[in-house]
């Protein structure tokens, strides 16, 4: 079965700072690998995902994730966080050949400025 | 605006009542999907429909859940006798099988769901 797990329930940050948000997902076989992002009494829209080919993906607002097979993680990050990031970030995961996504709990992204 | 939608975007009621939430997708999109989620958690996938088939639904989805897509539109998602722990956010997604946005999926606002 397919599973998500993000470490971090919360992560504070300085505005202009890096950022990481970690994602560790399990399964035995291919699967396709999201970040949603939700912002404050708004709806979950996509980040970014990855399907197959390069497994550096680059989403919306300067966010990229890498794949890493090995690890089985697919973390977040941007280089210099702004106000406008606050918001929960939700990885996700989809078997390939099934229908269904599975969501992670979720990360608080919080920016101090 | 195309986008997915969700009524009604609240709901208070006493447990034990019935409740019923509609959900609209993207029209030209043949997958749709409930998804329940509580503060502090991801969402919980509950079932989904291809056109107006229900292909899967979660152990998660008791008997008093029922969930229908006549014509393979609209949805709805009934919950009879409501309790307690019945009260969260119903997100509804939609998607397409294929195509280059393939496993992506656009949601509504959600429909929250307070049980007194």
């Known amino acids: 079965a397919q599973s998500v797990t993000q470490l971090d329930s919360q992560v504070p940050v300085f505005e202009e700072a890096p950022v990481e948000l970690r994602c560790n997902y399990s399964s035995s076989v291919s699967v396709y690998l999201f970040w949603y992002v939700q912002y404050p009494n708004q709806g979950l829209q996509l980040l970014l995902k990855y399907l197959s080919g390069s497994t550096l993906v680059k989403g919306i607002n300067g966010f990229e994730a890498e794949f890493n097979k090995s690890q089985t993680s697919f973390h977040l990050r941007k280089p210099s966080v702004h106000i406008s990031d606050t918001a929960e970030y939700f990885c996700a995961v989809k078997h390939s050949s099934a229908s269904k996504i599975i969501f992670g709990s979720g990360t608080r992204l919080s920016i101090r400025p | 605006d195309t986008g997915v939608s969700q009524d009604p975007r609240h709901k208070i009621t006493k447990r034990g009542q019935n409740v019923t939430f509609r959900c609209d997708p993207i029209?030209?999109?043949?997958?749709l999907y409930w998804y329940r989620q509580t503060l502090g958690q991801g969402p919980e996938f509950l079932t989904y429909?291809?056109?107006?088939?229900?292909?899967?639904k979660s152990r998660l989805l008791s008997d008093r859940f029922s969930a229908e897509r006549p014509k393979g539109s609209f949805s709805t998602l009934e919950i009879q006798r409501t309790e307690q722990g019945d009260s969260a956010m119903y997100l509804c997604?939609?998607?397409?099988?294929?195509?280059?946005?393939?496993?992506?999926?656009?949601f509504g606002e959600g429909s929250r769901l307070t049980v007194l």
């Open positions: 429909f291809q056109n107006e088939a229900q292909l899967e």
């Open positions: 029209s030209e999109h043949n997958r």
């Open positions: 997604a939609s998607s397409l099988r294929t195509g280059p946005n393939t496993g992506e999926l656009f």
